[in-house]
T-cell receptor
Framework: ETGVTQTPRHLVMGMTNKKSLKCEQH?????MYWYKQSAKKPLELMFV???????ENNSVPSRFSPECPNSSHLFLHLHTLQPEDSALYLC?????????????FGEGSRLTVL | QKEVEQNSGPLSVPEGAIASLNCTYS??????FFWYRQYSGKSPELIMS????GDKEDGRFTAQLNKASQYVSLLIRDSQPSDSATYLC????????????FGQGTTLQVKP
């Protein structure tokens, strides 16, 4: 199995839908992250979880709701999104949240909001 | 001022040449610096990290750091078409919380 797996790889949803993105890491890491990647913009950090506790919430709108039930799984729940939320959502893990800088990324979930 | 700045490119070099990718950052207290490579349609992967002033070499890749000038660069020697990708500079803020700030990336094209 690959280190960090994300599902679904592609998602199309309307503005009134509710959907979830799933991330699973098989590396034994303690920290997990959600990043947003939009065209022509830098990667934007959304959330950081360390040992299942949220340690960073980077001023993300409440229509994005993260959940980390254990150190191997991370979800991003989506509801009433806007077209500008269309982007590639990348999950990553690292051995700790203490700043090693070595992130292992999943392949991403490409989200399109109609 | 952007926290991490890169020229978006594209930077085009012939096969076998040296590609030079540059990055500047605004937080003078930053301690850790990273280069990620992202192929089209793929996720970023870490290729180099550097923590001290000077050069760090790994195969065909050399990272250079100048904290006084708040400047970090990546040199790729003997560039190959397979090096064609977007290179992301990332900086760990001085608070060392694990919060990496990324630049927008430089697209490198190596022409055969």
């Amino acid at each position: 199995e690959t280190g960090v797996t994300q599902t679904p790889r592609h998602l199309v949803m309307g503005m009134t839908n509710k959907k979830s993105l799933k991330c699973e890491q098989h590396l034994g890491h303690n920290a997990m992250y959600w990043y947003k990647q939009s065209a022509k913009k830098p990667l934007e950090l959304m959330f950081v979880y360390s040992l299942e506790e949220r340690v960073e919430n980077n001023s993300v709108p409440s229509r994005f709701s993260p959940e980390c039930p254990n150190s191997s799984h991370l979800f991003l729940h989506l509801h009433t999104l806007q077209p500008e939320d269309s982007a590639l959502y990348l999950c990553a893990s690292s051995p700790s949240s203490g700043g090693t800088g070595e992130l292992f990324f999943g392949e991403g979930s490409r989200l399109t909001v109609l | 001022q952007k926290e991490v700045e890169q020229n978006s490119g594209p930077l085009s070099v012939p096969e076998g040449a040296i590609a030079s990718l540059n990055c500047t950052y605004s937080d003078r207290g930053s301690q850790s610096f990273f280069w990620y490579r992202q192929y089209s349609g793929k996720s970023p992967e870490l290729i180099m990290s550097i923590y001290s002033n000077g050069d760090k070499e790994d195969g065909r890749f050399t990272a250079q750091l100048n904290k006084a000038s708040q400047y970090v660069s990546l040199l790729i020697r003997d560039s190959q078409p397979s090096d064609s990708a977007t290179y992301l500079c990332a900086v760990n803020l001085s608070s060392n919380t694990g919060k990496l700030i990324f630049g927008q990336g430089t697209t490198l094209q190596v022409k055969p």
